[in-house]
Nanobody, 124 residues
Framework: QVQLVESGGGLVQAGDSLRLSCAAS????????MGWFRQAPGNEREFVAQ????????YYADSVKGRFTISRDHAKNTVYLQMNSLKPEDTAVYYC?????????????????WGQGTQVTVSA
């Protein structure tokens, strides 16, 4: 089992930055590719970013490419999502997730472990 706890959400203005953190515990964190997803009210959960187990490969949704950066720190068992140039359409609950395997996948159903989410609200 892997336990995931997100933090760092909040209310910001358009153009601001936020850094989300996802602290992992349980089974060996280093073995898992990690992803960030988000869900706005009335919308399906959507892929934001994924990082490979060793941090060597990263993948992003087109909507955040160039503005968001995913990273991980094995010493701290933590994954980060640095979000710059935030837009009102980035408003959502953000979730981190862990999965087995090491291929790229944007499908939420491929991730068996999830955190509880952290709210990000961007005002115009």
């Amino acid at each position: 089992q892997v336990q995931l706890v997100e933090s760092g959400g909040g209310l910001v203005q358009a153009g601001d930055s936020l850094r989300l953190s996802c602290a992992a515990s349980g089974r060996t964190f280093i073995s898992y590719p990690m992803g960030w997803f988000r869900q706005a009210p009335g919308n399906e959960r959507e892929f934001v970013a994924q990082i490979s187990w060793n941090g060597g490969n990263t993948y992003y949704a087109d909507s955040v490419k160039g503005r968001f950066t995913i990273s991980r720190d094995h010493a701290k068992n933590t994954v980060y999502l640095q979000m710059n140039s935030l837009k009102p359409e980035d408003t959502a609950v953000y979730y981190c997730a862990a999965r087995f395997g090491n291929d790229y996948t944007p499908r939420p159903g491929d991730y068996p472990y999830w955190g509880q989410g952290t709210q990000v609200t961007v005002s115009a």
